[in-house]
Structures are given as C-alpha cells and as structure tokens.
C-alpha cells in the first residue's frame, strides 16, 4: 500500500465484494469455532528487522495455549476450494509473509461464501519458503527504489515456486 513514501490504494470489484463479506466471515468462522477460539481484529503489523516489509492481518484466534492468525477469502466469481492444493499460491504467500511478520507460527485460511459455505485450511510457517519471500522482497524493493525494471525471475521459477507447490505435498 506503499509506493515511493505515498499511499497506493487497490481495489476491485471482487476486492470490494470480499471486504463486505468480511464480518460474515467471521461470525461464520465463529460459529464454527467457538468456544475452543476467541478471534479479535489486528490490522497491519510490520516485521520487526525490515520495517519495510508489513502484512494486513483479518484476525487471530486466541486459545488458551497459543495464538493463530486467521485469513478470510470471500471468493466472489471463484470456486470454493475443497482441498489445500486447490488453495491459490498468492494466498499461500500471502499467509507466510504475515507469520513472519506476526510470530504465529500457523494460519487458518478460512473461505467463506454465502451461497457455497465454507472452506477452512491450516498453514504452518515454513523457514525456506519465507527466507526466499525476504529475499525477493529485497531484490523488487531495491528496483522500485532505483527506479529499475524487476526482472529477476529466477528466484521464483527455481526456488519458490517449486518450494510453494512441494508445501501442498508435505
């Protein structure tokens, strides 16, 4: 949401339609879950070494014993996935840069539509795959800031990707 020190905002019609959808998510993740979790809003938390890098966090379930971070999609057009290989990858990078900013070591991706139910997922943190995410977060920072193309794909095609699609097979 940051760009060059300014604001950047992004939205789409499928964006806008998941954010509306957000607290139905969560009194539906709720209902499923309670009274075994608490979940509490966070918002945006920053990594404690590069202060840079940020991730926007729905929510965490809070037990007795330990704290997870929760991540609600309402698909809008997409199909429900039934199995954690049919989770996009986006999603999955997406819940890996938040437990590294956050410390919990696990996520529940939690999908919600009001038509076709829900769908929940458990992710746990993998070393590997969040070290190559820093890596490559460096390396695109670094263009935006010399105003240079990013081109550099290499990093993903030989090492995350495959990481990332081994992650569904563990």
């Known amino acids: 949401e940051m760009y060059k020190g300014k604001h950047v905002k992004f939205s789409s019609p499928a964006m806008a339609w998941g954010k509306e959808r957000e607290p139905e998510a969560l009194a539906a993740f709720q209902k499923l879950t309670a009274p075994d979790l608490h979940t509490v809003p966070v918002g945006m938390v920053r990594h404690f070494k590069y202060d840079w890098l940020a991730a926007s966090l729905d929510g965490v379930a809070v037990t007795d014993k330990k704290i997870i971070n929760v991540e609600f999609k309402c698909p809008w057009r997409a199909k429900m996935p039934r199995h954690v290989d049919e989770v996009r990858l986006t999603y999955v990078i997406q819940c890996q840069i938040q437990m590294l900013c956050f410390g919990p070591q696990e996520t529940i991706l939690f999908y919600y539509h009001p038509e076709l139910g829900t769908a929940g997922f458990h992710l746990e943190a993998d070393e590997e795959i969040q070290t ?29 990707k495959p990481l990332l699609v081994d992650y569904f097979d563990s």
């Open 132 to 160: 190559l995410l820093v890596e490559l977060c460096i390396k695109f920072r670094e263009a935006v800031e010399t105003d240079a193309t990013f081109q550099d794909d290499s990093l993903w095609k030989q090492k995350l």
